[in-house]
């Protein structure tokens, strides 16, 4: 499975943006699908986590109520809908796939498939 995100930016503090990852060559569907994030000299953290049908979803304290992971499988594309950024908000992020069947799975070490990631900047 190729993973290629979009959407990354600058956007003010407050404001929204959001994250698209665009899937191609595997079974899209059969993975749950998660979202990281890294700043730099920090390692690369957990945000948010789908399954595979896209009914249930999983996220880190920090984001959670004001991110939204969704997906498209008609279409082989994850979504971060990201809303009231922070600065802190501010790193690269990267979409992953894994294959685990017991969810949810926060270890990046269990995700199989990266994408190159998308900046994200949060001005304040």
């Known amino acids: 499975v190729q993973l290629v995100e979009s959407g990354g930016g600058l956007v003010q503090a407050g404001g929204s943006l959001r994250l698209s990852c665009a899937a191609s060559?595997?079974?899209?569907?059969?993975?749950?699908m998660g979202w990281f994030r890294q700043t730099p000299g920090k390692e690369r953290e957990f945000v948010a986590l789908i399954n595979w049908i896209g009914d249930n979803t999983w996220y880190a304290d920090s984001v959670k109520g004001r991110f939204i992971a969704s997906r498209d499988n008609a279409k082989n594309t994850l979504f971060l809908e990201m809303m009231s950024v922070t600065p802190e908000d501010t790193a690269v992020y990267y979409c992953?796939?894994?294959?685990?069947?017991?969810?949810?799975?926060?270890?990046?070490?269990?995700?199989?498939?990266w994408g190159q990631g998308t900046q994200v900047t949060v001005s304040s």
């Open positions: 992953a796939g894994t294959g685990a069947r017991l969810l949810p799975v926060r270890d990046r070490a269990q995700y199989e498939y």
């Open positions: 060559g595997g079974a899209f569907s059969s993975h749950a």
